[in-house]
Antibody, heavy 123, light 111 residues
Framework: QVQLQESGPGLVKPSETLSLICTVSGGSMSSYYWSWIRQTPGERLEYIGDIYYTGSTDYNPSLKSRFTISVDTSKNQFSLKVRSVTAADTAVYYC?????????????????WGKGTTVTVSS | DIVMTQSPLSLPVTPGEPAAISCRSSQSLLHRSGYNYLDWYLQKPGQSPQLLIYLGSNRASGVPDRFNGSGSGTNFTLKISRVEAEDVGVYYCMQALQSRTFGQGTKVEIK
C-alpha cells in the first residue's frame, strides 16, 4: 500500500525559501501525478500544484509564481520550494497522489495523502 | 478562477438522521466528456482528507453506500442517508475542471 511522508523544517523565517520533500513508499511513482496542498490555520484547503512522474508540472494560477515542484523518481521523492515566504504561508502542507479514476481513466483524484507537516513562518 | 461555495458551514446532526451539504461553483463543472469534475472529501478530526465521491456521484472504494453525491453543472449535493458517529469531521467539495479549488468546508458534528 502506497504511503506518503512529508518532511521539512517546522519553522522558516520571513523572506527565506521553504523546502519540503515528500517520500513515496510502497509503490512506484510511474503513471501518477503528485500534488502539494496546504491547509491554512482557518482550515481552508489550497491546491498548490502537481507534477507528473516525467517532470511536467501544473500550478494553481491563482498563486503567485513563488512555488516550484520537482520530482526525483530514483529516490521516490518529489519536492516543493516556496520562495520569499511570509506569514501567509504558515500552514499544514500535504503531499498527495493523483490517481486515475476507476470508471474514467482520464480523470485523476487525490486518492492517497500524507499526514501533513506544519510550517510556521516567523522571525 | 472557479470559486466553490458550500452551505451550511456548520451542521449539527443526530445519529440515524439524514444530512445534506450543498456545494455551488461559480462556473459549470460539466466537462465535454459528460462528467462533472467535482469531488467530495472528508477530513476526520486529526486526519488528512480522504476521498468520498468523485466525478460528482461515484463513491470511492470502501466508502459506505449511505454517502451519495448528486448534481450537475454548478449545483451539487452530498447526502448522508443515516449519519453515524464516525461521520463527524469537515467535508470539502473540490472542483477539478480548472486546476483544483476547494470549498470552505462544512463541519459536521453530533448534536
Amino acid at each position: 500500500q502506497v504511503q506518503l511522508q512529508e518532511s521539512g523544517p517546522g519553522l522558516v523565517k520571513p523572506s527565506e525559501t521553504l523546502s519540503l520533500i515528500c517520500t513515496v513508499s510502497g509503490g512506484s511513482m510511474s503513471s501518477y501525478y503528485w500534488s502539494w496542498i496546504r491547509q491554512t490555520p482557518g482550515e481552508r484547503l489550497e491546491y498548490i500544484g502537481d507534477i507528473y512522474y516525467t517532470g511536467s508540472t501544473d500550478y494553481n494560477p491563482s498563486l503567485k509564481s513563488r512555488f516550484t515542484i520537482s520530482v526525483d523518481t530514483s529516490k521516490n521523492q518529489f519536492s516543493l520550494k516556496v520562495r520569499s515566504v511570509t506569514a501567509a504561508d504558515t500552514a499544514v502542507y500535504y503531499c498527495a497522489r493523483l490517481g486515475p479514476a476507476a470508471t474514467y481513466s482520464y480523470y485523476y483524484y487525490l486518492d492517497v495523502w500524507g499526514k501533513g507537516t506544519t510550517v510556521t513562518v516567523s522571525s | 478562477d472557479i470559486v466553490m461555495t458550500q452551505s451550511p458551514l456548520s451542521l449539527p446532526v443526530t445519529p440515524g438522521e439524514p444530512a445534506a451539504i450543498s456545494c455551488r461553483s461559480s462556473q459549470s463543472l460539466l466537462h465535454r466528456s459528460g462528467y462533472n469534475y467535482l469531488d467530495w472529501y472528508l477530513q476526520k478530526p486529526g486526519q488528512s482528507p480522504q476521498l468520498l465521491i468523485y466525478l460528482g456521484s461515484n463513491r470511492a472504494s470502501g466508502v459506505p453506500d449511505r454517502f451519495n453525491g448528486s448534481g450537475s453543472g454548478t449545483n451539487f449535493t452530498l447526502k448522508i442517508s443515516r449519519v453515524e458517529a464516525e461521520d463527524v469531521g469537515v467535508y470539502y467539495c473540490m472542483q477539478a475542471l480548472q486546476s483544483r479549488t476547494f470549498g470552505q468546508g462544512t463541519k459536521v458534528e453530533i448534536k
